[in-house]
């Protein structure tokens, strides 16, 4: 018999990918959604869906009940569910972290915690890191948040490692991209229409994973036994601004592009103002406060060898290979 597994944020730019990596697996997917979340890319007609109210308690514990009543309980949990932008602050820690606290209460009042509870983390908990010697986070490193989207995640990360014998894993991948992003595809869209556009002048090391490299990643975790560990997923091969702007450039066959450096003092205003003025529409804004921070911050490489070592990670995207197939996707859509 297949074994089950529940996707809670299912219907995002990652969570679609996890339902889609879990389907090519043979698992016997749920997929987690509101009655809002859109199922474009959630068409497959094995997905199983589940409506999880986190606003709702006593809906939210029906819905789990009844639903492993009917079938038998999950055999993994991969808690993707998140926000990276809000526009209320607060709505950072009731998402992030107390939608993750009600949830894991509710297995165990309900007796229905699966083998495997994945955790969708971020290397934002661990904070600024070393910008002068650029010595890559670890695992093992003491996290130190500098956002409040961090503070969030690590309070979630916190509450998992109190509860005594639940079997979690928690991811912390760096920058995701692929098809179906929005953050990263700003950049391409800008460097397609002819600006290249890079954050302040000292050098900056950035790491990223391709979407797919994840998704394999959570379920390799998940199938090889490991548990009550906490990884760092990534791409290790460190890039420059300059070598990731020159990358798109290539794929998008740009010969000539205008060059703009914004000064950090430049981007802390218009991300202050953005924010202001998000506010008072009560919209997110990419652009806030939050965002200057991750745009100032000049290190971004870390150690993988945990995750090589328990569960054999791996990538089979380097950069160059994944935007390739990610602009094609937004060629693909009309958005480039």
Partial sequence: MAKKVLVTGAGGFIGSFIVEEAL???????????????????TDPRIRFIELDFTNPARLAEALRSA???TGKWDYIVHNLGATKCANFSDFNKINYEYLKLLVETLQQLEIVPERFLMMSSMSVLGTGDEKGYTPFTAKQIPMPCTKYGVSKLKAETFLQMQSGFPYIIFRPTGVYGPREKDYYLMVKSIAKGFDFSVGFRRQLLTF??????????????????????YLIADEQPYT????????????????VIPITAPLWLVKTVCVISEKIAVARMKASTLNPDKYKILRQRNWTCDTSEARRDFGFTIRYDLRKGLHEAIEWYKTHNML
Avoid at 24 to 42: F, H, I, N
Avoid at 210 to 225: N, P, R
Avoid at 241 to 256: A, D, P, S, T, Y
């Fill in 24 to 42: 090519a697996r043979g698992y016997d997917v749920w997929a987690a959604v509101r009655s809002t979340t859109s199922r474009e890319y959630l």
């Fill in 68 to 70: 492993s009543q009917e």
């Fill in 209 to 230: 994973i391709y979407v797919k490299d994840l998704t394999k990643a959570i379920f390799d975790a998940i199938e090889s036994g490991v548990s009550q560990k906490a």
């Fill in 241 to 256: 601004q300059r070598e990731f702007r020159r990358i798109v450039k290539q794929e998008l066959g740009k010969k000539f």
